[in-house]
């Protein structure tokens, strides 16, 4: 393999190198995970072009709000039907365009989405996001771009009949220098800012900043072994309410962490990311935390046709990695990929995930343990492309939230038919 190349497939295993993936539409409820291997790829397009592509699917969710009864329905206004049909359609056009070693990809693309019952939900879905992948000679290489996505907010921590839109934008530069033969230095600059429509969630509204700095050593088996430092700010403006009390959610993050991208085999590849986050609150530091985060995972090609994947994971966060009130997430996933034959896919996946609020509500104000729970999700995605231009795509999910402490959680299950066809 030359020098070049093997420096090309070493860079497309940088874990913060930005690969555009845009679903064919924002979901209301988990619908919307775009690491979904079945979700259709805006990506369905040849090199060197602008390509415009219209879309359109129909959904059924029994339980759209993600509530525990019909009855806790019929206490808000919403009846004691908890299912409703969703139809949505879609126009975007994708851009794919290299000058000399610059690349330049980018998509935007509008939903509207609209519902037979809960017309309240009604709305425009929008996405938006470029990416300039820029070189500079052999060694030294980066990204650059803005991202933009408004839609509804999911159901799974939120219950209200309401279109609470969610608007995030970002911007990031990022680049990786090759100073000596097997190693590497990389930095990166993020910014992201996201709020919220109504005014009961605006204290979810807040602005991170967030930087990175690394090592990489590049084994010549293909391997990768480094470190990676990060600090992260985060303001939020808008305090929570718990009765006359103020809780204020901003705070300050570091990482240090190990990073280990090993091919085992020639199918096999082994991926690590791990080490010590320390998390401080501008407020009430009985909620900071220090200890240990991890992801790790595995993906195994077994043969042509069939590729396995595994992920387990102990790391703060939330859901949507947005909410105010953070959780000990520990977790895994499992997935497997068919390629039946060149028109015909079909992938499984399962995932666990159980969530612990003890420390972030050590204070005794915003989150309890009595909010602990456990998230299963399970989901079967059927996909066929009758022409290289145009993709069907059946799912089926069920996902079921059980509380450790409480009565309560849900139960949801839902299938959706979409196509997409790009000119």
């Known amino acids: 393999m030359s020098k070049g190349l093997k420096r090309c497939v070493r860079f497309k295993s940088l874990r913060w190198k930005v690969i555009l993936v845009l679903p064919m539409y924002s979901c209301i409820t988990a619908w919307a995970d775009i690491s979904d291997p079945g979700t259709i790829d805006a990506r369905m397009l040849p090199p060197e072009s602008v390509k415009p592509y219209v879309g359109y699917a129909i959904g059924y969710d029994n339980n759209v709000l993600r509530l525990p009864s019909s009855e806790a329905a019929l206490e808000m206004g919403a009846g004691t039907n908890l299912s409703d049909v969703t139809r949505r359609g879609q126009f975007g056009f994708a851009v794919d365009k290299s000058i000399g070693l610059q690349k330049l990809t980018a998509d935007f693309n509008v939903t509207n ?17 470029a990416n300039w992948n ?19 907010t999911p159901f799974i921590d939120f219950h209200l009949l309401a279109a609470n839109i969610r608007t995030q934008e970002s911007g990031y530069a990022n680049g990786a220098w090759e100073f000596y033969p097997g190693w590497r230095v990389h930095a990166g600059l993020d910014y992201t800012k996201l709020w919220y429509d109504l005014a009961s969630q605006q204290s979810g ?13 590049l084994a010549a088996s293909g391997s990768t072994l480094g470190v990676q430092l990060r600090h992260t700010s985060a303001d939020f403006p808008n305090p929570d309410l718990d009765g006359d009390v103020s809780v204020f959610n901003s705070y300050k993050q570091d990482e240090i962490k190990a990073k280990i991208d090993w091919l085992l085999t020639a199918k096999t590849r082994l991926h690590f990311l791990g080490g010590w986050v320390s998390r401080k609150q501008d407020a ?19 043969t042509e046709s069939l590729a396995f994947g595994v992920e387990a994971w102990r790391e703060i966060g939330a859901v949507d990695e947005l909410s105010t009130v953070y959780s000990l997430n520990r977790g895994m996933r499992l ?3 068919w390629q039946y034959s060149k028109k015909i896919r079909v ?21 309890s343990v009595d909010d602990n729970d456990v998230l299963r999700d399970i989901a079967l995605t059927f996909t066929y492309n009758p022409t290289p231009k145009w993709e069907w795509q059946l799912s089926g999910r069920r996902s079921t939230q059980v509380l ?7 139960v949801s299950n839902g299938v959706m038919l979409n196509t997409r066809y790009t000119f």
């Open 205 to 217: 509204n807040n602005v991170r900043h967030q930087t990175d700095l690394g090592l990489d050593y």
């Open 347 to 367: 992938v499984g996946r399962y995932s666990y995930q159980s969530r612990d609020f003890s420390q972030s509500s050590a204070n005794g104000t915003i989150g």
């Open 284 to 302: 009430f530091s009985k909620r900071n935390f220090d200890g240990f985060n991890s992801r790790v995972s595995a993906d195994w090609q077994s």
């Open 335 to 337: 997935t497997a990929i």
């Open 134 to 152: 820029w070189h500079v000679g052999d060694h030294v290489e980066g990204n650059a771009g803005l991202t933009y996505s408004q839609g509804q």
């Open 404 to 410: 450790a402490h409480s009565s309560g959680g849900y």
């Open 113 to 129: 989405v609209l519902y037979k019952r809960f017309v309240q939900l009604n709305h425009l879905d929008k996405n938006f996001s």
